[in-house]
């Protein structure tokens, strides 16, 4: 017989990153590692990730409260309650909550690689390390992740 995965409301793997907090859903180990989900909530103010492209995954994130504003290349989209954003794998993207309220999404994972890269900024910041641009991107390197660099921010003059 097949096992069946239930996660109940206070269930799952919880993730600390900052001001944002992951509860892992399903890690894959259900699927097959076919798909992992995860309920992401971004706090107030919270700045996302730096603009990057995933190689071998794709990635959907529906807005279940609050706003988050995506960035696909130079274009902005405030994501509300009720939105869905799916970024196939070669899609420049980030996310982040400029708002006054957290947001709450359910971000899913096919396959469910990039899981780990959460659990790894996690124990690096644990360990001491301050999670910056380049440790980031470092750590996204191990999951066929790369920065979006044509869409990085400008030096200020």
Known sequence: MTEVSVVGPGDGETILLGTTRLRVLEDGSTTGHRLGVAETILAPHTAGPPQHRHAQHDEGFYVIS????????????????????????????????PGDQPAVMLTTFTPDLYLQYFRDLRDMITAGQEPTAQTTIR???????????????????
């Open 66 to 97: 609050g706003t988050v504003r995506f960035t696909v290349g130079e274009k902005n989209y405030d994501a509300a309650a009720g939105t869905l954003v799916m970024i196939p794998p070669g899609a420049p993207h980030t996310f982040a909550n």
């Open 139 to 157: 750590t996204m390197s191990r999951y066929a992740t790369v920065p979006a660099t044509e869409f990085a921010p400008k030096p200020e003059d």
